[in-house]
């Protein structure tokens, strides 16, 4: 009895293919020696052409009945050509002709569920062709970023890290005993490069590159093993491999010019998931919070726990920049979400409008706060450094959950604020909304001062054209001396200058615009309206 030699390990098998085709495959049917076939290539069915060369290739069936009295003949024909294997849409492996028999007497045949995506399969396919390692395919689902990670580390030898083209951490292995440095662990903790892409030289070298890279350790840091990750000219991020041994760098190098195509299939097919997931999420949120209505059946589709309360968290950025950009705003959306399910036994996040937000169940005030705290103490690792977050009040039922989303955002509003330094006890980085009410309530009243054309032609509007004008800090002054209850040192003390310049200052606030603050209700109306002027 001879034996069916092993294949060569730079090689997929049409067995491999159908481990990576696992969320669509039905069966795959075929004898031992022609599921272990080497697969060098992908054909579309051409039903003016079937019997063209196909020698070695997955053959993409479109079209082809497996009901059909033709389907055995056709099978046959690909067979005789030299075709690998023939992928064909079936309910399940009973349909008429699709057989043992059938595929034993010509080549295998793996049947694909009617409603897989044939777009998907043939990038699988091209993916499988253009591959050579099968041990990087094997039980890793398409899309499984960290699976992925685990196991060309265990290839590679080292720590691996998929990164996104804007800089977030996507994937990352976890085997232990392989050694990593203090620049990827802060990564791995940030989910995020510390530097974007967009402004580092390695990523600009490495984009530069037709293939992988090595680049040498230097202060204590390992070196690394590098390839861009690109899908029809689109740059989708990168790998990194720590090379502790510059020794073995050529050997990875070439394990990951072999790699990139089916890195490139999962992350493209990882971020096709997340993309029409995030939009959903997005969709059921925003009915959630803002109409009541639908806000029962969006509860429903987004999976609330019942037995829970849930906690609406705004986060922000400072940085204008980032925010108008967008690269920030969807970098800490990463690290929310991903923070927020580890901690949370339920957690959504959505971008909506000018924040991250993001619903947790959880019945721990201190618990969510500690949330936002630690999120936002991660993200000053990363290029965002400048994130707060408001939390709104616990929400015991459905209907109250649109009342916490709108708290936090109001809380989120008020950090961002210039009156954001003092709206909270956490030096204006987190404020529940119950610590904002009252800045949230000045700012209002400052809305209906303006409204009613309150707030023109008075001192204080003299007062601030002038600071405008001349670039002074009369308003700046007299609004923290008034808070200081009158106190000039501890007004000299906060502005950081002379007593001697306060009491300047407010003389000359007196005698060139008419100032009065002997008066308590001139004092009074003088300090709300420096309070709501919307500027510091």
Same mark, same amino acid.
């Given at each position: 009895?001879?034996?069916?030699?092993?294949?060569?390990?730079?090689?997929?098998?049409?067995?491999?293919?159908?481990?990576?085709?696992?969320?669509?495959?039905?069966?795959?049917?075929?004898?031992?020696?022609?599921?272990?076939?080497?697969?060098?290539?992908?054909?579309?069915?051409?039903?003016?052409?079937?019997?063209?060369?196909?020698?070695?290739?997955?053959?993409?069936?479109?079209?082809?009945?497996?009901?059909?009295?033709?389907?055995?003949?056709?099978?046959?024909?690909?067979?005789?050509?030299?075709?690998?294997?023939?992928?064909?849409?079936?309910?399940?492996? !009973?349909? /008429?002709?699709?057989?043992?028999?059938?595929? @034993? =007497?010509?080549? %295998? +045949?793996? #049947? *694909?569920?009617? &409603?897989?995506?044939?777009?998907?399969?043939?990038?699988?396919?091209?993916?499988?062709?253009?591959?050579?390692?099968?041990?990087?395919?094997?039980?890793?689902?398409?899309?499984?970023?960290?699976?992925?990670?685990?196991?060309?580390?265990?290839?590679?030898?080292?720590?691996?890290?998929?990164?996104?083209?804007?800089?977030?951490?996507?994937?990352?292995?976890?085997?232990?005993?392989?050694?990593?440095?203090?620049?990827?662990?802060?990564?791995?903790?940030?989910?995020?490069?510390?530097?974007?892409?967009?402004?580092?030289?390695?990523?600009?070298?490495?984009?530069?590159?037709?293939?992988?890279?090595?680049?040498?350790?230097?202060?204590?840091?390992?070196? !690394?093993? /590098?390839?861009?990750?690109?899908?029809?000219? @689109? =740059?989708?991020? %990168? +790998?990194? #491999? *720590?090379?502790? &041994?510059?020794?073995?760098?050529?050997?990875?190098?070439?394990?990951?010019?072999?790699?990139?195509?089916?890195?490139?299939?999962?992350?493209?097919?990882?971020?096709?998931?997340?993309?029409?997931?995030?939009?959903?999420?997005?969709?059921?949120?925003?009915?959630?919070?803002?109409?009541?209505?639908?806000?029962?059946?969006?509860?429903?589709?987004?999976?609330?726990?019942?037995?829970?309360?849930?906690?609406?968290?705004?986060?922000?950025?400072?940085?204008?920049?980032?925010?108008?950009?967008?690269?920030?705003?969807?970098?800490?959306?990463?690290?929310?979400?991903?923070?927020?399910?580890?901690?949370?036994?339920?957690?959504?996040?959505?971008?909506?409008?000018?924040?991250?937000?993001?619903?947790?169940?959880?019945?721990? =005030?201190?618990?969510?706060?500690?949330?936002?705290?630690?999120?936002?103490?991660?993200?000053?690792?990363?290029?965002?450094?400048?994130?707060?977050?408001?939390?709104?009040?616990?929400?015991?039922?459905?209907?109250?959950?649109?009342?916490?989303?709108?708290?936090?955002?109001?809380?989120?509003?008020?950090?961002?604020?210039?009156?954001?330094?003092?709206?909270?006890?956490?030096?204006?980085?987190?404020?529940?909304?119950?610590?904002?009410?009252?800045?949230?309530?000045?700012?209002?009243?400052?809305?209906?001062?303006?409204?009613?054309?309150?707030?023109?032609?008075?001192?204080?509007?003299?007062?601030?054209?002038?600071?405008?004008?001349?670039?002074?800090?009369?308003?700046?002054?007299?609004?923290?001396?008034?808070?200081?209850?009158?106190?000039?040192?501890?007004?000299?003390?906060?502005?950081?200058?002379?007593?001697?310049?306060?009491?300047?200052?407010?003389?000359?606030?007196?005698?060139?615009?008419?100032?009065?603050?002997?008066?308590?209700?001139?004092?009074?109306?003088?300090?709300?309206?420096?309070?709501?002027?919307?500027?510091?």
């Amino acid at each position: 009895m001879t034996s069916t030699p092993a294949p060569p390990a730079s090689a997929f098998t049409v067995s491999g293919c159908a481990e990576l085709l696992t969320s669509s495959l039905v069966t795959v049917l075929g004898s031992e020696k022609q599921l272990a076939r080497i697969v060098r290539g992908v054909t579309l069915h051409d039903p003016l052409a079937p019997h063209a060369e196909v020698g070695g290739h997955l053959v993409l069936g479109i079209g082809l009945d497996p009901h059909s009295p033709e389907f055995p003949s056709s099978v046959s024909a690909f067979a005789l050509n030299g075709a690998a294997a023939v992928i064909v849409k079936a309910r399940d492996s !009973r349909d /008429a002709f699709v057989t043992h028999e059938l595929a @034993e =007497a010509g080549c %295998a +045949i793996i #049947v *694909i569920r009617p &409603d897989a995506d044939w777009a998907l399969i043939a990038s699988v396919a091209r993916s499988v062709a253009e591959s050579r390692p099968t041990a990087s395919a094997s039980g890793v689902p398409i899309g499984d970023l960290f699976g992925l990670a685990n196991a060309l580390a265990s290839l590679a030898g080292g720590a691996v890290s998929l990164v996104d083209y804007v800089g977030r951490v996507v994937g990352y292995s976890t085997l232990p005993e392989q050694p990593i440095d203090e620049m990827r662990r802060q990564s791995t903790l940030a989910l995020q490069e510390p530097v974007p892409p967009a402004a580092s030289p390695s990523y600009a070298a490495l984009y530069r590159s037709a293939g992988a890279v090595f680049i040498p350790g230097s202060e204590g840091k390992y070196g !690394r093993v /590098a390839v861009a990750i690109r899908a029809n000219g @689109e =740059a989708l991020g %990168a +790998i990194w #491999v *720590i090379q502790v &041994d510059p020794g073995g760098a050529e050997q990875t190098l070439a394990l990951l010019d072999s790699v990139e195509p089916l890195v490139a299939l999962h992350m493209s097919h990882a971020r096709r998931a997340i993309a029409g997931s995030e939009q959903r999420s997005t969709d059921l949120l925003r009915t959630l919070f803002e109409d009541q209505g639908h806000a029962h059946l969006a509860a429903t589709q987004l999976g609330l726990l019942p037995e829970c309360s849930h906690f609406v968290v705004a986060f922000g950025l400072r940085d204008d920049a980032n925010r108008t950009l967008g690269g920030g705003q969807q970098r800490l959306l990463h690290l929310i979400r991903t923070h927020a399910h580890l901690r949370f036994p339920w957690a959504q996040t959505a971008l909506l409008g000018p924040a991250v937000v993001a619903l947790v169940a959880s019945d721990s =005030a201190p618990a969510v706060r500690e949330f936002a705290e630690r999120t936002v103490r991660v993200s000053e690792q990363g290029p965002e450094h400048l994130a707060c977050a408001g939390i709104g009040g616990s929400a015991a039922t459905i209907a109250e959950i649109g009342r916490s989303y709108r708290e936090a955002m109001q809380a989120t509003g008020a950090l961002l604020s210039p009156m954001g330094s003092r709206a909270s006890t956490s030096g204006g980085h987190i404020a529940a909304f119950d610590e904002v009410r009252v800045e949230l309530g000045l700012a209002r009243l400052g809305e209906l001062l303006s409204e009613q054309g309150l707030d023109s032609g008075d001192d204080v509007a003299r007062l601030l054209a002038h600071d405008r004008e001349y670039g002074g800090s009369f308003a700046l002054t007299l609004l923290t001396l008034l808070n200081r209850q009158g106190s000039v040192s501890e007004t000299a003390a906060e502005l950081h200058v002379h007593q001697n310049t306060v009491r300047y200052r407010i003389e000359r606030a007196k005698k060139e615009l008419g100032i009065d603050l002997s008066d308590a209700s001139a004092r009074l109306w003088l300090w709300l309206r420096l309070a709501t002027a919307r500027q510091p």
